[in-house]
């Protein structure tokens, strides 16, 4: 079963930047298209951003211009880089495929953005 762990995340200023990191347990990433998601507190969980195995990436427009998927297929690891961060970027970050039934959900990365 492929596992998904997510790291990177923290307590930061508006405007600051932060890279968050996930690792995959299978060699997935250079198989299918990957994603990372979100979920803020009584929200629903959204997408975020996705990168194929070609290299196109895509965004929401809420994160567009700010945020920057990449993936080393190498070692299994896709990675977000947030700049600018806002206060509405608060919440879980996820990882997962995108376009497929999701694997299994890991715990996320928490990421609050806070004066």
């Known amino acids: 079963q492929v596992k998904f762990v997510e790291s990177g995340g923290g307590l930061v200023q508006p405007g600051a930047s932060l890279r968050l990191s996930c690792a995959a347990s299978h060699s997935i990433t250079n198989i299918y298209t990957m994603g990372w998601y979100r979920q803020a507190p009584g929200k629903q969980r959204e997408w975020v951003a996705a990168a194929t195995t070609g290299g196109i990436t895509t965004y929401a427009n809420s994160v567009k211009g700010r945020f920057t998927i990449s993936r080393d297929t190498g070692k299994n690891m896709v990675y977000l880089s947030m700049n600018s961060l806002k206060p509405e970027d608060t919440a879980v970050y996820l990882c997962?495929?995108?376009?497929?039934?999701?694997?299994?959900w890991g715990q996320g990365t928490q990421v609050t953005v806070s004066a």
């Open positions: 997962n495929t995108y376009g497929r039934p999701p694997f299994d």
